[in-house]
């Protein structure tokens, strides 16, 4: 079912196997992207090397997702990369999809306004040149999950430090958000969505793009965090716990499309940013990378939960309910065993 998965995807939105995401693709800003963009090819990359390392353990064929990756990850270094950050290559010709005006399921009226901007900038809603937060998301989502980084490590910290510098804002109060602006306004500090520092900011822009989400400020943190940036990742957390102190919203509900909404939840991943802490049920290993020192640290996995600590580049585990069964512990790489 995984290989029909991502077969389709393939079939779908990369029809000429240039290992990129490419076709118009709906996403979580709720419009499609036309042409390979940072944010959804990362997810792409990351999808092909987890299904490699899957086939690789079966025992399959896996040398078509492999020239997928090796070919994506050539064009997103050179070609989505612009020295600093990760962007968009906008495209909506020579592909299958038909003209975005025509087309019905990716429903937009377009004035006689927006099809001047269409023949100058292409569709509505892109992001083009700009620095998108969640422009390597995908390679968050495959640390989170236990493997490693889908593109160069050197881009990606430099993205994620391209985010911090552009898009974390100390002061609001000067910055226009025709949107939904109670997320973070006047003299509140946040991480915007997106920033073209570079210029080029289109016309009609992505509609979300100047609201602050927590989901993703936490996202870009812990992965900053990974990435042994600690400072610049908790410079993001303070502006949104300060915004969610109990004086103004509630700290226990990060509100976006409606109350406690789920994308907050990638505040857990600051957990594994700062201890390195996972545990993998398959092999029976617990990691432990710490980038703040020596730490105790909450664990819960599929048999139990408890306690992880780390003193003197020692792990030790305590269990509250359950089973975690440790074969062998990795600190920062290196092998060893539980004190």
Avoid at 227 to 243: S, T
Wanted: net charge neutral.
């Amino acid at each position: 079912m995984v290989k029909t998965s991502m077969d389709y995807a393939i079939n779908t939105w990369d029809p000429r196997s240039k290992g990129i995401v490419e076709e118009p693709h709906h996403n979580t800003y709720d419009i499609e992207f036309w042409g390979p963009d940072g944010m959804c090819t990362s997810f792409y990359l990351g999808a092909l090397n987890a299904i490699i390392k899957m086939g690789q353990f079966l025992k399959k064929d896996i040398s078509k997702y492999k020239t997928l990756y090796t070919a994506g990850k050539k064009f997103m270094e050179s070609e989505l990369y612009n020295g600093e950050y990760f962007n968009q290559k906008i495209q909506w010709t020579g592909l299958n999809a038909p003209n975005p005006v025509n087309e019905k399921s990716f429903a937009t009226q377009y004035t006689s306004e927006a099809l001047e901007i269409l023949k100058k900038e292409g569709p509505k809603y892109q992001y083009g040149t700009g620095c998108l937060s969640d422009g390597i998301l995908g390679g968050w989502i495959s640390r989170m999950c236990g493997l490693e980084e889908p593109l160069d490590v050197e881009k990606t910290k430099s993205h994620l430090l391209s985010v911090h510098k552009y898009n974390l804002k100390a002061d609001l109060s000067d910055h226009v958000n025709p949107q939904r602006p109670s997320y973070a306004a006047g003299h509140e500090g946040g991480l915007l969505l997106c920033s073209w520092p570079k210029g080029g900011m289109l016309s009609l822009p992505f509609v979300y793009s100047n609201e602050v989400w927590t989901g993703i400020e936490y996202q870009v943190a812990s992965h900053l965090m990974l990435m042994g940036q600690v400072n610049e990742g908790l410079d993001i957390v303070k502006a949104c716990r300060d915004r969610y102190d109990g004086r103004v919203r509630n700290p226990f509900n990060e509100y976006e499309c409606g109350h406690w909404y789920a994308r907050a939840m990638s505040s857990y991943g600051m957990i594994q940013g700062l201890t390195g802490v996972r545990y993998d049920a398959v092999d029976k290993t617990l990691h432990v990378d710490s980038k703040v020192g020596d730490f105790t640290s909450f664990l819960s996995t599929n048999s139990g939960f408890g306690t992880v600590s780390f003193k003197d580049n020692k792990a030790s585990l305590n269990i509250a309910y359950g089973k975690i069964p440790v074969k062998k512990v990795l600190i920062a790489g290196k092998e060893t065993r539980l004190s």
